[in-house]
Nanobody, 121 residues
């Protein structure tokens, strides 16, 4: 079992930056693939990035070069540094844990409650 709690969301102007954090707790963290998804009102949940235990990463094309996912396995933390944010990226951002690196929400067994990111124009 893994429990996930996100933090770091907020209101930012277009072009600004935010750093999201995800704290994991529970019996195990090792081996899990950690991901960030986002969901805007009325839209499907969208993959943003994932990072494997080894540190290898994979990103949604539209965030490459602007977002960076990272993890600290000793602290059981996952981060999403978001730069050059756009108004269309306003959404609730979710942290997720799974055993397979995938862009599909169904591949992840554990989810946090989400943190709101609002990008104003």
């Amino acid at each position: 079992q893994v429990q996930l709690v996100e933090s770091g969301g907020g209101l930012v102007q277009a072009g600004g930056s935010l750093r999201l954090s995800c704290a994991a707790s529970g019996r195990t963290f090792s081996g899990y693939v950690m991901a960030w998804f986002r969901q805007a009102p009325g839209k499907e949940r969208e993959f943003v990035a994932y990072i494997r235990w080894s540190g290898s990463t994979y990103y949604l094309d539209s965030v490459k070069g602007r977002f960076t996912i990272s993890r600290d396995n000793a602290k059981k933390m996952v981060y999403l540094q978001m730069n050059s944010l756009k108004p269309g990226e306003t959404a609730v951002y979710y942290c997720a844990a799974g055993t397979v690196g995938s862009a599909l929400p169904a591949s992840y067994s554990y989810w946090g409650q989400g943190t709101q990111v609002t990008v104003s124009s």
